[in-house]
């Protein structure tokens, strides 16, 4: 069990007399949903969990600060209210004036625990404070917005894949070949502690695939302690050829099978069944016009027995959704000249996002893009910010791009479940304190595990 206390010293840089301040905190449900309930359906992917793990070093080392109580509920673990300071493991944080400095120095390993250790300047974090939190390092260094009412208290995301993986790096597989492993991948079985994903494989050439690999990860982070690295393994259960090599895919789990979609020319679509109790292997051949693109996991998904893939004529994109049940039910549902035919789908919202479009819902509505495109003075693209929240979750975000260049357009990213922006402490102190010009500020925050 993990405990948390925080000590604040307010030092008056005129007469030297310091304010101490000095209370037990609780611990969130944050983190047992960022790498339990959610976001250990992302776990065979390692990326986003390398940028949290340890927690000791990257999943706690940030500090949110704000001006009001919060709710001491285990479920609050996204901040519903504007922080008004905050700060990570950055040690030269310039002019901001609400960012603290990491205190490398005075931080590090402790018995059974750590000890964070931050400084504001007598300009940094004035004002009212009464509660403080724990956060990830990256959002405690990069917030990106703290005003509560475009960004929910600046929620920030590690953005991340549905329903893929990194690519396993190559290695030996059970006929002791090498595979190219892709990560165009679903998953057949998962567990709280595995899971086994289908995944292309090639040993002929990079973008050709021959077989298709049965994997099976491991992910120990429901055992997860303070200081555990992540320590994902990977074991290759078995190959199954396809008879035949297809260039690029998409795989999908329908139907007790495991699919590869793959564009053989302008005209056809191939649907490769892969039966994984018999390993046999079937072929279904589609005629579909003005199929330019390869079938890949950035403008392809499988929802709901339905395959969805971009096309493009001469001058305008299509996403068209094929019936897997019914091949002659094939329809159009987004039309587009201005998407440059790239899409990303999030399993866990049931959302996809249409590069230059807007976002697709689960029933197959589109929330369409309205913005103000322009230059303001500091060069940046003017857009209205918003955010739309599933089940919980944000689903995408909206903000002003940093490079003019980019003005023509609009950007706009995906935040899946694995949100870097939770609060895994909560804090209230017994009375709030105020920070003024005069002051400095050291915040203690240690964490012990018993």
Excluded at 159 to 183: A, K, L, M, Q, T
Excluded at 377 to 396: K, V
Aim: proline content about 4%; charged content about 20%.
């Amino acid at each position: 069990m993990l405990h948390g206390h925080t000590k604040i010293e307010l030092t008056n840089v005129e007469d030297g007399t310091t304010q101490k301040v000095e209370s037990d905190n609780m611990f969130t449900n944050a983190l047992n949903t960022v790498f339990n309930k959610h976001g250990i359906e992302g776990a065979y992917s390692s990326s986003p969990y390398e940028k949290l793990l340890p927690l000791s070093e990257k999943g706690l080392r940030g500090i949110l600060i704000f001006p009001v109580t919060l709710e001491e509920s285990v479920d609050n673990i996204y901040p519903k209210t504007a922080f008004k300071a905050h700060a990570g493991s950055s040690t030269d944080v310039g002019s901001d004036v609400t960012k603290g400095a990491y205190n490398a120095t005075e931080s590090g390993a402790i018995t059974n625990g750590y000890r964070y250790v931050w400084d504001f300047t007598t300009s940094q974090g004035n004002g009212t404070i009464a509660s403080v939190g724990l956060t990830s390092d990256i959002f405690g260094n990069d917030t990106m917005n703290t005003d509560a009412s475009t960004f929910v208290g600046g929620n920030r995301g590690l953005s991340v894949s549905g329903e893929r993986i990194d690519p396993v790096p190559p290695g030996s597989g059970s006929s002791g070949s090498n595979y190219n492993y892709f990560p165009n991948c679903c998953v057949i079985e998962r567990t709280k502690d595995y899971a086994i994903i289908a995944a292309p494989a090639s040993k002929s050439g990079v973008n050709y695939i021959g077989e298709l690999a049965l994997i099976k990860v491991r992910y120990p982070l429901n055992a997860l302690r303070f200081d555990s690295p992540l320590n994902l393994s990977f074991t290759i259960q078995k190959e199954i050829p396809l008879n035949e090599s297809i260039e690029y895919a998409n795989a999908f789990y329908h139907n007790s099978l495991v699919y590869l979609a793959s564009r053989k020319d302008d005209t056809t679509l191939y649907l490769m069944k892969i039966d994984l109790t018999t390993e046999t292997v079937t072929k279904d051949v589609i005629t579909i016009p003005n199929l330019t693109k390869n079938i890949r996991n950035h403008n392809s998904f499988y929802k709901n027995g339905y395959f969805y893939f971009m096309r493009k004529d001469a001058t305008t994109y299509y996403l068209t959704k094929l019936n897997l049940s019914n091949y002659a039910d094939m329809t159009d549902i987004v039309t587009s000249t201005t998407s440059d035919g790239s899409m990303q789908y999030i399993e866990r919202t049931k959302t996809a996002r249409i590069s230059k479009v807007g976002i697709l819902f689960e029933d197959d509505t589109l929330f369409e893009s309205s913005f103000i495109i322009g230059k303001s003075s500091l060069g940046q693209d003017q857009m209205n910010t918003s955010e739309i929240m599933i089940n919980g979750f944000f689903a995408l975000s909206f903000y002003p791009y940093p490079n003019s260049s980019y003005s023509s357009y609009i950007f706009f990213d995906f935040y899946e479940t694995l949100i870097a922006g939770y609060l895994a402490t909560i804090n209230n102190l017994p009375s709030p304190v105020t920070k003024t010009a005069a002051q400095t500020m050291k915040i203690t925050y240690t964490v012990t595990e018993s």
